[in-house]
C-alpha cells in the first residue's frame, strides 16, 4: 500500500519521503512505482516526461525522523496491528511539527485508539486508501471523536487533488467498506468450503451478477488472506456478530502459508 500512497501523491505533484524498517522493501517499492508508472505510459495515461517527474519527486529515506521532519501530511502504511501503529504514531509525534497532520490507513481498527499514542489526538484522520492505490478511485476518511473539523477537511482535499473520491465515515469498527466487503469475502469462503461451487465461479457471480469489478475471492487474495483473517477476528471480537467468525478454510490456508497474491496461492495460483 505504501509504494501505492507514494505513487499517486507523486503523480499528483507533490514531494513524497517513504521509509520502510526493511531497505529492500524500499527497493522493492520504488521498482513497482517505476513498473506502474512505466504501464500507464505505455496505456496512454501518462506522458513520459510526467511519470519521470513523478518519480522524481519520490525520495526515500533511511527511518521515520528522515521520512517526517518538515512534513505537512504523514500516512502510515505498516502492518494492521493496534500495538505496531500507537508505536509508529507515538515515534512520529516526537518528531513532525504541531501542525503536521497524521493519517492512518487502517482498514478496521479504531482510529482513536491509535490518536490516543499523540500528544495531539484532534490532528489524527483516518485515510483507508484501496488496494491496488494506483487504480481504485476510493479512499475512506474516518474521524474519530477527536478528530478536528480542519483535519477532515484537509485529507478530504488532498484525497481530491491526487484523483481519489472521498468519503468521511465514523470511526467504528470496520468503518463502512470493511465491514461491508468482509461480510462478502467470509460467506465466498464459507460457500467454497460448503462445495457451493468453485472460486472461480463464485467469483463471476459478483462480477457479472452485481457488477463488482473483482470478485470477493480474488479481492482476498490480493488482499492478503492473513490481513482478511485479523480483520475478521477484529471485527467478531468488537461486534459479536456470527457473521464476522473467521471460516474454517481461511483458517486452514493462513496456517499453510497459503497467503494469497504475495505467497502465489491463496484461493488462486499467482504466477511469480
Not at 522493501?25 to 501518462?46: F, M
Not at 483516518?126 to 478511485?137: E, L, S, W
Not at 467469483?203 to 479481492?219: F, S, W
Amino acid at each position: 500500500m505504501g509504494h501505492g500512497i507514494a505513487q499517486v501523491a507523486a503523480t499528483a505533484g507533490f514531494r513524497v519521503r517513504l521509509t520502510d524498517m526493511r531497505a529492500e522493501a524500499l527497493e522493492q517499492a520504488r521498482a513497482r512505482i517505476v513498473d506502474n508508472l512505466t504501464g500507464a505510459v505505455q496505456r496512454g495515461k501518462l506522458s513520459q516526461e510526467a511519470a519521470a517527474a513523478a518519480l522524481q519527486r519520490v525520495a526515500m529515506a533511511p527511518d521515520v525522523r528522515n521520512a517526517v521532519e518538515g512534513a505537512s501530511l504523514v500516512v502510515e502504511a505498516v502492518v494492521e496491528d493496534l500495538g505496531v501503529k500507537r508505536a509508529m504514531f507515538a515515534e512520529i509525534d516526537r518528531v513532525v511539527a504541531p501542525d503536521t497532520i497524521l493519517t492512518t490507513n487502517t482498514s478496521s481498527l479504531s482510529v482513536g485508539a491509535i490518536a490516543e499514542a499523540t500528544r495531539v489526538p484532534e490532528r489524527v484522520v483516518g485515510m483507508h486508501f484501496f488496494n491496488p492505490v494506483h487504480i481504485m478511485k476510493l479512499v475512506e476518511i474516518v474521524a474519530h471523536p477527536a478528530s478536528s473539523p480542519r483535519c477532515v477537511a484537509f485529507v478530504r482535499d488532498f484525497a481530491e487533488q491526487v484523483g481519489k473520491v472521498p468519503i468521511v465515515v465514523r470511526d467504528t469498527p470496520g468503518f463502512a467498506s470493511s465491514r461491508l466487503g468482509v461480510i462478502l469475502g467470509l460467506e465466498a469462503m464459507r460457500m467454497l468450503e460448503q462445495g457451493v461451487a468453485s472460486a472461480q465461479d463464485i467469483d463471476t457471480a459478483m462480477e457479472l451478477g452485481y457488477g463488482h469489478p473483482m470478485g470477493p475471492l480474488r479481492v482476498s487474495d490480493l488482499v492478503g488472506l492473513d490481513v482478511r483473517l485479523n480483520i475478521a477476528e477484529y471485527l467478531w471480537r468488537e461486534l459479536q456478530a456470527s457473521h464476522f467468525e473467521p471460516p474454517a478454510i481461511l483458517r486452514d490456508k493462513v496456517a499453510h502459508g497459503e497467503l494469497g497474491k504475495k505467497a502465489g496461492r491463496g484461493f488462486y495460483d499467482w504466477p511469480s
